[in-house]
């Protein structure tokens, strides 16, 4: 079956722009996570969506940072007033229930290059 | 702050060989510990994972070791082949969060 699919594979945008980063997450899978992979790094948790509520968003860095899940299912990173230091590999990941024990299917990111 | 850390950096390994990566944790509450492969453009997939009522677990030529009083777990890849060539990450959590705490990453090259 299909995985997780993440739009766009690349992004390269200019400091103090806004961009949206879009996940598809596998069919009937209720958890959705977004990670920041920076280069020679693990993933680092940013936001966990139950259903269309983000029921942890700690991991978000400040408040240029916003996601959305408004049906359930697919979801949008949005990150305003772009900085240099905003350029990561964005992840997506889903699991059919919530819980870091339940299997976390990872899509293969969004690459983020802030000039 | 990283709550788990991992070594090596990286390694090189001959085709047969055997790759170990070691993590460490100072978190207690951490009850669930998987190790996952990441290809180059791909995202992360789940290899293996361990919970601390055990000491080890075997899959296939996957192995996690895993030492409680040291918080210390590990994993050995057995006859390693070309196609393990890949960054492998541990990871993290407890049981009353959502998310995965990963380590830095291990490149592991294996030469044929």
């Known amino acids: ?115 | 702050q990283q709550q788990v850390k991992q070594s090596p950096q990286s390694l090189i390994v001959q085709k047969g060989g055997i790759s170990i990566i070691n993590c460490a944790y100072e978190n207690t509450a951490f009850d669930y510990f998987p190790w996952y492969q990441q290809f180059p453009g791909k995202g992360p997939a789940l290899l293996i994972a361990i919970r601390p009522d055990v000491s080890e677990k075997k899959e296939g030529r996957f192995t996690i070791s895993f030492n409680k009083s040291a918080k210390q777990f590990s994993l050995h890849i057995m006859d390693s082949q070309p196609g393990d060539s890949a960054t492998y990450f541990c990871a993290a959590s407890n049981p009353h969060d959502y998310k995965l705490s990963f380590g830095a990453g291990t490149t592991v090259t294996v030469r044929a």
């Open chain 1, 1 to 115: 079956g299909a995985g997780v699919s993440q739009t766009p594979s690349n992004k390269v945008t200019e400091k103090g722009k806004y961009v949206e980063l879009r996940c598809d997450p596998i069919s009937g899978h209720t958890a959705l996570y977004w990670y920041r992979q920076s280069l020679g790094q693990g993933p680092e948790f940013l936001i966990y969506f139950q259903g269309t509520g983000a029921a942890d968003d700690s991991g978000l860095p400040n408040d240029r940072f916003f996601a959305v899940r408004p049906e359930g299912s697919v979801s949008t990173l949005k990150i305003q007033r772009t900085e240099r230091g905003d350029s990561a590999v964005y992840l997506c990941a889903s699991s059919f229930a919530p819980g870091a024990r339940e299997t976390q299917y990872f899509g293969p990111g969004t690459r983020l290059l802030v000039l």
